[in-house]
């Protein structure tokens, strides 16, 4: 979990406290890690009391726990700012060029931006709740089906309807043990929202698959999951941030196919021979 991506994708959202904060932290990194919470108020014109929610927004318990992954990044380096477009001169070779750097760039600072302990927590809530739903359109909604895919070969109960009305159908009937993951990439998809509100409303959990913005739907979670801002060229952006959310689903997947791998494993070898059945005569 990187905290200063975490700053940069989620800034637009942040107050005009968090704004001085955040920027201050951004240029004065190295001396915020040895500061305390007083200090770095002063420093910024606010109150340690505004460092500390400031913290948590970003998901961590507290100012000190801020610093500690500062000082990680900061021993890890600083990852370079490359941005790169797709034109129409470019040759085949140089598309592939770019193409991996833009996929190697995007999985690492999907990996960078990853809460393992929301990660975790989201993990328990699927292994312990009832049912899954899963709420996305368009591209979103292609990410949904291969979880729901994948959930079927080791018999997690998962659900997703590609009708919007049929959707907020199930959004409706569902009560306290249902889980749901809703995925947007703007976290502001008007029927993914609705969805993700209608069933917050009746109790269920929500995980969501967004960006780090405070956007509606992540406003909406209880176990946010973040994904890259997307370069500003659509034709590369839908490509990365279909390969972020399909990152986060897997760890999802395998975290629940970890909690109980003997059946995890029956499941699997099951579900293989009866489809294998089809190929014989």
């Known amino acids: 979990m990187g905290c200063t991506l975490l700053i940069k994708e989620g800034m637009a959202s942040l107050t005009e406290t968090e704004t001085r904060l955040a920027n201050y932290l951004l240029s004065h990194t190295g001396e915020v890690i040895h500061m305390n919470a007083k200090e770095f108020s002063s420093a910024c014109g606010s109150s340690p009391a505004a460092v500390v929610r400031f913290s948590r927004k970003l998901g961590f318990k507290g100012?000190?726990?801020?610093?500690?992954?500062?000082?990680?990044?900061?021993?890890?380096?600083?990852?370079?700012?490359f941005q790169t477009v797709i034109r129409e001169h470019d040759d085949m070779d140089t598309l592939v060029q770019k193409a991996e750097r833009i996929h190697l760039r995007n999985t690492s600072l999907t990996y960078q931006m990853l809460n393992v302990s929301v990660l975790t927590a989201a993990v328990e809530e699927i292994c312990a709740g009832r049912r899954i739903h899963l709420f996305g359109v368009g591209a979103s909604g292609l990410l949904a089906m291969d979880f729901l895919y994948k959930s079927s070969r080791i018999g997690i109960p998962a659900f997703y309807?590609?009708?919007?009305h049929t959707n907020l159908a199930t959004a409706a009937l569902l009560g306290p043990g249902d889980i749901v993951i809703a995925i947007s990439y703007s976290g502001e998809t008007r029927e993914t929202v609705l969805a993700a509100r209608a069933a917050r409303e009746r109790g269920c959990k929500i995980i969501a698959i967004t960006q780090a913005n405070h956007n509606t739907l992540a406003r909406l979670a209880d176990y946010p999951l973040y994904v890259p801002s997307e370069e500003p060229e659509l034709r590369v952006g839908a490509m990365t941030s279909r390969t972020s959310g399909l990152l986060l689903l897997d760890l999802l997947y395998l975290g629940v196919a970890k909690h109980d791998p003997d059946r995890t494993e029956k499941s699997l070898l099951e579900t293989r021979e009866l489809i294998r059945s089809l190929q014989k005569k």
């Open 63 to 81: 100012f000190t726990d801020l610093k500690l992954d500062l000082a990680r990044e900061a021993g890890a380096g600083k990852p370079d700012d």
């Open 161 to 164: 309807h590609e009708d919007v």
